[in-house]
């Protein structure tokens, strides 16, 4: 009986520390290495337990056999034991749903990746999408694909006016063209009026080719000049929708690989912990089993052999692993201006519908794609608010960089009425002339005397590009991407660094900064 009750007492320590442990292990998330060994330094040490639990009492029981001693257990004690036993249990089968719970987040984490991917594709990569397929439709509508009322056919014009000219030439009087010698008179005046018939017939006609020729060059390089145009604006933007694409795809990607790595770790543990938790489900119904023998009033080695032999379902430990959430497609194979095939996919099928002259290629060079590019996968709305420090604030962001000094002129010596007011003093940006303005005491003057003293009035700007940008010039242009850090457009760094050459004086309007025409 002594050995009995002190088993008791073993087993309800041993259950108690299972327990604790059981939650040790429960809340092991995410497998950091640490975390890692923990669970399973705690696993083995359950499973040795369990193992040692059983034990004991099997060798209490055979014991027991061999003497024929039938000792009488305690009410208290048997019920602390299957009250022990009752806790193990109810932990064993709280693991199970948590282990279930374990695989489930497992797969959420392949899942929220997919998620991520299709609101970035939402958000970013499908606007941009259809921005090219805007520009695209823009470009090739004014190449030719379809007719456009305001261009004339310039080069069958001109070949008109130019055939006419060859017909007038050589219906010509031959004595227009004839040197003599001898002039005579008669001659001479047939031959007049001659020239005088042949002018009537052909000079205003061939005038009016002339002008229908020159109008028609007119026509044609004002479309030339919009196409070439429409070209940069679809070749910048197919470029800005491939870094989009192929930045959101390979974030998609590693993302899905390290959830999917995750969630092999997730279950090679898992496996693990069943196994034990298992064994550990079976050693209890052994115990259970020996405890009844020991209790009966003849200890028989049949029964015994039954408890050694007990065999235990434990289906309803059975951990569900339900498979990955399958990584979602994202293709990044878009052709664009620098691939071999760009010119044969996008520009062959656009032999414009009206005829060019041979000087006129119809299709400018292309611009490849810069490389090592990212595009900005987010849109900021700037408030386009300026501080009194000059400074312009954007909802969300980091304000932009780069702004230009911001000081008042007048009575500087130089810049606006830098030269006015002698009798004022400057010091640090700063005129007295203008602060004066500002505190007058009928009230702030600013907006009459305002000028030059832009620092103390809060009239400074920064130094950025607006395009792009959601407000200022050309704000809402959906072209290129902007920076709202450094407050610079990549639409205007594609001007300023043009294959051709700098052409912000052609397409500088709300690149400021880039284009450097910010004023101070």
């Given at each position: 009986m002594v050995k009995i009750a002190h088993s008791f007492v073993l087993i309800a320590a041993v259950v108690a520390e299972d327990g604790e442990a059981m939650l040790q292990v429960g809340r092991v998330g995410k497998h950091e290495p640490a975390l890692a060994q923990t669970a399973s330094t705690v696993r083995a040490s359950r499973h040795q337990q369990a193992l040692q639990m059983e034990s004991n009492f099997e060798k209490l029981a055979a014991?027991?056999?061999?003497?024929?001693?039938?000792?009488?257990?305690g009410a208290d004690a048997r019920s602390a034991v299957n009250s022990a036993l009752d806790t193990l249990e109810q932990e064993l089968k709280n693991e199970k749903t948590a282990?279930?719970?374990?695989?489930?987040?497992?797969?959420?984490?392949?899942?929220?990746?997919?998620?991520?991917?299709?609101?970035?594709f939402?958000?970013?990569?499908?606007?941009?999408?259809?921005?090219?397929?805007?520009?695209?439709?823009?470009?090739?509508?004014?190449?030719?694909?379809?007719?456009?009322?305001?261009?004339?056919?310039?080069?069958?014009?001109?070949?008109?006016?130019?055939?006419?000219?060859?017909?007038?030439?050589?219906?010509?009087?031959?004595?227009?063209c004839d040197v003599v010698d001898t002039v005579n008179a008669v001659t001479q005046q047939v031959c007049?009026?001659?020239?005088?018939?042949?002018?009537e017939q052909y000079n205003t006609a061939l005038g009016n080719k002339i002008t229908a020729?020159?109008?028609?060059?007119?026509?044609?390089?004002?479309?030339?000049?919009?196409?070439?145009?429409?070209?940069?604006?679809?070749?910048?933007?197919?470029?800005?929708?491939?870094?989009?694409?192929?930045?959101?795809?390979?974030?998609?990607?590693?993302?899905?690989?390290?959830?999917?790595?995750?969630?092999?770790?997730?279950?090679?543990?898992?496996?693990?912990?069943?196994a034990s938790e298992k064994i550990m489900w079976k050693s209890c119904q052994k115990v259970r089993c020996y405890l009844d023998m020991l209790d009966a009033t003849e200890v028989k080695q049949?029964?015994?052999?039954?408890?050694?032999?007990?065999?235990?379902?434990?289906?309803?430990?059975?951990?569900?692993?339900?498979?990955?959430?399958?990584?979602?497609?994202?293709d990044t194979e878009v052709t664009v201006p620098g691939d071999a095939a760009w010119l044969e996919l996008e520009y062959a099928k656009l032999a414009p519908s009206r005829i060019w002259l041979p000087s006129r290629k119809g299709i400018e060079d292309v611009t490849p794609c810069p490389t090592g590019t990212t595009a900005v996968t987010g849109t900021t709305t700037a408030t386009g608010t300026t501080a009194a420090t000059g400074t312009t604030a954007a909802t969300g962001t980091t304000a932009a960089t780069g702004t230009t000094t911001c000081i008042d002129t007048r009575g500087s010596g130089s810049g606006p009425l830098g030269h006015h007011d002698p009798q004022s003093h400057y010091k640090d940006g700063i005129s007295s002339q203008c602060q004066?303005?500002?505190?007058?005491?009928?009230?702030?003057?600013?907006?009459?005397?305002?000028?030059?003293?832009?620092?103390?009035?809060?009239?400074?700007?920064?130094?950025?590009?607006?395009?792009?940008?959601?407000?200022?010039?050309?704000g809402d242009l959906r072209v290129g991407h902007y920076d709202f850090t450094t407050g610079i457009s990549s639409q205007c760094q594609y001007f300023k660094n043009h294959k051709d050459g700098n052409k912000c004086d052609i397409h500088g309007e709300g690149c400021d900064k880039s284009c450097g025409n910010c004023k101070p």
């Open positions: 014991e027991a056999v061999r003497t024929g001693d039938t000792p009488s257990l282990n279930d719970a374990l695989m489930v987040g497992a797969n959420a984490q392949c899942s929220a990746c997919n998620t991520d991917r299709e609101a970035a939402t958000r970013h990569v499908d606007p941009m999408k259809s921005t090219v397929e805007e520009a695209r439709t823009l470009h090739a509508e004014c190449r030719g694909t379809k007719e456009d009322p305001n261009c004339g056919d310039e080069k069958t014009t001109c070949d008109d006016q130019d055939e006419y000219a060859r017909t007038a030439h050589t219906a010509a009087p031959n004595c227009v007049l009026q001659g020239a005088v018939t042949w002018g020729c020159d109008q028609a060059k007119q026509v044609a390089e004002k479309v030339a000049q919009v196409c070439d145009r429409d070209q940069e604006t679809f070749e910048m933007a197919i470029c800005n929708y491939k870094t989009s694409l192929t930045t959101t795809c390979e974030s998609h990607g590693g993302c899905y690989e390290a959830a999917l790595g995750n969630r092999e770790t997730v279950m090679k543990d898992l496996k693990l912990k069943e049949a029964d015994f052999d039954e408890c050694k032999r007990q065999e235990t379902d434990t289906a309803h430990l059975n951990v569900v692993y339900p498979d990955a959430p399958p990584k979602e497609v994202c004066y303005f500002k505190n007058h005491k009928d009230g702030n003057q600013c907006d009459i005397h305002g000028e030059g003293c832009d620092k103390s009035c809060g009239n400074c700007k920064p130094c950025i590009d607006t395009l792009r940008s959601g407000s200022g010039l050309l």
